[in-house]
Nanobody, 122 residues
Framework: VQLQASGGGLVHAGGSLRLSCAAS????????MGWLRQTPGKEREFVAA????????DYADSVKGRFTISRDNAKNTVYLQMNSLKPEDTAVYYC????????????????WGQGTLVTVSS
């Protein structure tokens, strides 16, 4: 599967952004999709995941209640709606795909797209 993330940018604290990730290749609905982020000098951090049908979701505590992950299998796209953004949300955001739910660690994904930079100014 090939993944292409978009939607990053510069936003003031308290603002919103929506990231999108378009997938191509094998059947999109056969993948669990996730968003992870990374800042310089830190390890990549799990943000959110959604299961194959979009019914089950999982969020990092740091974004719970502010971010919403969703998917549209007809459009082969996964989204991350980010509200009430904080400066500490500044990072490169990556979308990723895997075939299992809950078997491996939250950050363990075999398939990755390129990142999109989100910058939140204070």
């Amino acid at each position: 599967v090939q993944l292409q993330a978009s939607g990053g940018g510069l936003v003031h604290a308290g603002g919103s952004l929506r990231l999108s990730c378009a997938a191509s290749g094998r059947t999109f609905s056969s993948y669990v999709m996730g968003w992870l982020r990374q800042t310089p000098g830190k390890e990549r951090e799990f943000v959110a995941a959604v299961d194959w049908s979009g019914v089950r979701t999982d969020y990092a505590d740091s974004v719970k209640g502010r971010f919403t992950i969703s998917r549209d299998n007809a459009k082969n796209t996964v989204y991350l709606q980010m509200n009430s953004l904080k400066p500490e949300d500044t990072a490169v955001y990556y979308c990723a795909a895997r075939n299992d739910w809950g078997v491996r660690g939250r950050g363990q994904y075999p398939y990755w797209g390129q990142g999109t930079l989100v910058t939140v100014s204070s």
